[in-house]
């Protein structure tokens, strides 16, 4: 499994839709830090998001034949997160924003190579809850964009496909939050201690995934 790492999402999407279903594995591995994050951005709490994320992997799996490369793999799956987000909340609405001038020259509030202290790490995770409520004051529609573009690394293009809003939009929203939280979490958080999903979580919602995709119809060959 660890040499099929090199494959990109294109390659191991053939592989299973002719049949190696196992495959599928490496998908929920890549992006369950994505749909994590884009679950807790969403207000929801852990079980909530977990149970969504499972949601979702079952969904991808079952429409993956569907999946046409319009747009990313990462893009597409994280759309049907928010789609499943969407229905459980029973509520999804954004109003148009409009900007006369909007230049993207911003840069990502959380930098990797920031904050790798060892006293730091420990602080940041002690801090986690604080930081988490601190971003669930920023309204759905900028915490939504916020976490796509800072903490998932969509691009624009990217974001504005997976919201179904337009470039400007996304970028409108992307200053507005970094506004409302800059003062807060800049200086002090990388993007890896907000909502962590770590490894003993990645592998139960793996295996949960993979246990209940055994009981579907095997995806059909292209």
């Known amino acids: 499994m660890k040499a099929l790492g090199q494959y990109d999402d294109i390659a191991v999407i053939q592989k299973i839709l002719n049949g190696e279903f196992e495959l599928f594995e490496l998908l929920i591995r890549r992006y369950n830090s994505f749909l994590y994050k884009t679950g807790r951005s969403y207000n929801y709490n852990h079980q909530d998001?977990?149970?969504?994320?499972?949601?979702?992997?079952?969904?991808?799996?079952?429409?993956?034949?569907?999946?046409?490369?319009?747009s990313s793999f990462k893009t597409w799956l994280i759309k049907i997160m928010l789609h499943n987000c969407f229905r459980k909340q029973q509520k999804f609405s954004f109003k148009n924003e409009v900007s006369n001038e909007i230049i993207d020259k911003s840069i990502p509030?959380?930098?990797?190579?920031?904050?790798?202290?060892?006293?730091?790490?420990?602080?940041?995770?002690?801090?986690?809850?604080?930081?988490?409520?601190?971003?669930?004051?920023?309204?759905?529609?900028?915490?939504?964009?916020?976490?796509?573009?800072?903490?998932?690394?969509?691009?624009?293009?990217?974001?504005?496909?997976?919201?179904?809003?337009?470039?400007?939009?996304v970028k409108v929203r992307l200053n507005r939050a970094k506004t409302m939280l800059r003062k807060e979490i800049e200086k002090t958080y990388t993007a890896t201690d907000i909502f962590e999903f770590n490894l003993v979580?990645?592998?139960?919602?793996?295996?949960?995934?993979?246990?209940?995709?055994?009981?579907?119809?095997?995806?059909?060959?292209?």
Do not use: H
Request: proline share 2%.
């Open 49 to 70: 998001t977990q149970d969504l994320m499972q949601d979702t992997y079952i969904d991808a799996y079952a429409s993956l034949k569907k999946f046409e490369n319009r």
């Open 109 to 169: 509030m959380f930098q990797q190579e920031q904050n790798t202290d060892a006293g730091k790490t420990v602080i940041n995770r002690e801090l986690n809850t604080v930081i988490e409520n601190a971003l669930q004051q920023v309204p759905l529609d900028y915490r939504l964009v916020f976490s796509l573009r800072e903490m998932n690394g969509l691009n624009v293009i990217e974001t504005a496909a997976a919201l179904n809003i337009s470039e400007t939009n």
């Open 201 to 222: 979580y990645c592998n139960a919602i793996t295996n949960s995934v993979m246990d209940k995709i055994k009981n579907y119809t095997p995806v059909s060959t292209l």
